[in-house]
């Protein structure tokens, strides 16, 4: 199909605009941004509204608010509450950033800054694609949309659940749309159906009740950065299993039948491997690459840190050592089972002389979604059409915790219509977002919009 | 014996003294202070020349000064050759302090600052004690001492060596006295008769080739910390022995009849274990706590950093770990070899997909010093003359590495005539040194060369 003229004439004031939103940091995790998190929920706030939205309201939580506004078609078509996130991860560490993370530039046909993936960027893709129905002489939106834009996703989405609660009668819906995955490349449409939950935690261990000389008392204390190195050893066998007891005991096993059609994906192992630097793909025993990022859970450790870390040499024992840890999970494993299995795990594992804190941060349940929707059928119907190619259906390895959130409190499925690529950096410096990408989901979402709604009628 | 008046007298203006140049941040570990480092040095110098010493000099060195001077009593008078550091620990973390470490004060007859007693407050004793037997209507020195007080000993005196080999003529000595190690208490005076020698490094490791998201990587890539916690964890076996091949090949191992006279040693573990707040001392299976501090190598790690350690969560697998970590070392081991060994063998058990860097931060050796030597019996009826009690020999865990060097450069051994405590916390937040200790070496100081002098004769 041909690029809409309206794209072509207005695409690069879509970028400008993209990167002026771009340019506020808003991190959620660190408080010191906390005012740019609340300038940047005002910026979309006002695009929504210049776009054609109604009823635009930046809606106050215990946190970060959160941005809502709707455009009715008309009580006889069908709902679509699109869920998206504004706030953005920590940027550092900066120095390994070849342009500043919040001054954003397109290099090479690709919008360089943090958050210009995940998910400012496909975020805006929606805002765009709701200007562009409603602009003179479009069409007009074929289905009711709702927008529903939260700041609190990278740390956890406290507050969106409490507000979901509250908000039941408005935000009624037939389905939620999701741009906040990817797809497997540019020339390969793909749509996720499965994505991995998470249990995070900070873990504190405490050995003497100071930092003591390494000479003086070396040999006669645990030292606790190396018992907290010992029991984080201890949290994976020598095939990668994590050995956590219980840990696997509700995972999901898949047929041979399953991972076959898994399989099907395409995916190269030498361009997975070159693409981090890596010479070999190492991990769970027994699994393959694309196995190992979405059906099989993990623990990694995030963050660590002890003792000592300035120029030079300092000969010292801390009294105190801490890191951060993570699992990822797999259907049919929850978060509270998890956190509670870890927790007791951890604590458990501690030599004498080494007392444990375990704080679990957050957590988000596993999902699968079904692929034979309506919805979920709009969408492959809608990539077909702007990539010319039928989407492949993935499971990720990421976590959107609040699509099992929606599952449980509005009785609604998502579908993951996302445009991002595994080489985006999200998380990472230099995260970038294709011009490609962006514009193609411009275009994407009304296709599908068109598509639900004949099929819905 | 009485306290000389003299000492009486004076003790208020020593202490003021002392605190002055306590107040300068002498820190060699870090940059920032280099020009407290230079600040110290000359008030040091300046302080030496105004007790009666002459030929009192700053030594530049490719690194920190070091301060010269000689105080010459007559040519057939023994000379005795006093070292000592006047740079400092770094002072982190400071917010445990309880008062600042640059801000001296006296709380309950200690002096809180960083450097109280390691080593500022020990080379400031040896001042005042030729000050006070130079005083007007004092008897003079019945030595010739030379005083040599260096500028990088907590970052492995690099140029102390150069220094020493450039000057044997003008170091020309009978023995060398040092006051940096400590006593047992204040009512049981000790010599240490042995210290443990160092071997230093800082480690990386490198898995990809940029941070990655933990949820789309996770469980596909060996995570440069789980890895860096692996490897560390792998250097202990269950009976807390360090696992290096070669590791104890050269530890000389004690008689049943020598570990029996160390055992002689007053000691506490109630009191050892209560003083460090940990319910049960741990260590190397088979020695007792102070063989484990003492004829006993070790291994630690100082310092660990990785990933995300700022607030909230972040899902990251991070490109690169770090850490700190020393070896303790005891006869005959030296650090030249166990800093080969650990690096051969460090770079052997990094796992699949992980690189790693190894660099030797610096070493120092072991040593056993001679007890019935003239210096030695000279410092322990000194000790009786003053403490009225015969002193205990001991061997200590940390390292001067320097004695060492003396030994080979200039054929000295040397007497460690400290006066701290282990409980002063030295390089730990909170350092101190008692007032009755400070004025207690002052004491002894000149007792030791009238001592030294008679049994020369």
Redesign the interface.
């Known amino acids: 199909m041909a690029i809409p003229a309206y794209l072509t004439q207005h695409q690069n004031r879509f970028l400008e605009e993209l990167i002026d939103w771009l340019r506020i940091p808003s991190v959620?995790?660190?408080?010191k941004f906390h005012g740019d998190v609340l300038r940047a929920a005002d910026f979309i706030k006002d695009k929504l509204q210049a776009a054609g939205a109604t009823l635009v309201e930046i809606c106050p939580t215990a946190g970060n608010p959160i941005v809502y506004g709707e455009y009715m078609a008309g009580p006889d078509r069908p709902t679509v509450l699109v869920y998206g996130h504004y706030d953005v991860?920590?940027a550092?560490?900066y120095e390994?950033w070849t342009s500043p993370p919040f001054e954003p530039v397109i290099k090479d046909e690709k919008i360089y800054a943090r958050g210009a993936c995940d998910d400012k960027g496909q975020v805006y893709m929606h805002v765009k694609a709701l200007e562009m129905m409603l602009r003179d002489g479009g069409l007009g939106a074929p289905c009711n949309i709702k927008f529903m834009f939260e700041g609190e996703e990278?740390?956890?989405s406290d507050n969106l659940g409490l507000f979901v609660k509250a908000n039941k009668e408005k935000l009624q819906a037939d389905v939620i749309l999701i741009s906040d995955t990817g797809i497997l490349a540019n020339d390969v449409p793909s749509i996720e159906v499965g994505l991995?939950g998470?249990s995070?935690h900070?873990v504190e261990v405490t050995?003497?009740?100071?930092?003591?000389?390494?000479?003086?008392?070396?040999?006669?204390?645990?030292?606790p950065?190396?018992a907290?190195?010992?029991m984080?050893?201890?949290l994976?066998d020598e095939n990668r299993h994590v050995t956590i007891p219980g840990f696997y005991d509700n995972v999901a096993e898949l047929s041979t039948a399953e991972r076959a059609e898994l399989a099907q994906a395409p995916f190269s192992e030498a361009e997975?491997e070159q693409s981090?630097?890596?010479?070999?793909?190492?991990?769970?025993a027994g699994y393959t690459?694309p196995e190992?990022?979405s059906i099989?859970?993990?623990l990694?450790?995030?963050?660590?840190?002890?003792?000592?870390?300035?120029?030079?040499?300092?000969?010292?024992?801390?009294s105190k050592?801490?890191?951060?840890i993570?699992m990822?999970l797999v259907p049919h494993q929850t978060s509270d089972e998890i956190t509670a299995l870890f927790q007791k795990h951890f604590e458990s594992i501690a030599?004498?002389?080494i007392t444990v804190k375990v704080t679990p941060?957050?957590g988000g349940e596993p999902i699968v979604t079904p692929t034979d929707s309506v919805a979920y059928r709009a969408a492959a119907r809608a990539l077909e059409t702007t990539f010319g190619k039928k989407p492949v259906p993935t499971r990720?390895?990421?976590?959107i915790p609040i699509v099992a959130m929606f599952k449980s409190e509005l009785g609604l499925d998502s579908v993951l219509l996302g445009f991002g690529l595994?080489s985006d950096?999200?998380?990472?410096?230099?995260e970038h977002f294709g011009v490609f990408n962006f514009l193609k989901g411009i275009e994407t979402i009304p296709e599908f919009y068109r598509e639900y709604a004949a099929a819905s009628k």
């Open positions: 959620s995790a660190d408080p991860q920590p550092d560490p390994l990278e740390i956890g991995r998470l995070y900070e050995g003497p009740n100071r930092d003591l000389h390494s000479g003086l008392y070396g040999g006669a204390v645990m030292n950065i190396n907290l190195c010992d984080i050893s201890s994976h997975f981090i630097g890596l010479p070999a793909a190492t991990g769970e690459t190992r990022t099989r859970p993990t990694d450790v995030n963050g660590i840190w002890g003792g000592y870390t300035g120029e030079g040499a300092k000969t010292v024992i801390a050592a801490y890191a951060k993570s990822r030599p004498a002389g941060h957050h990720g390895g990421g976590s595994d950096a999200i998380h990472s410096p230099n």
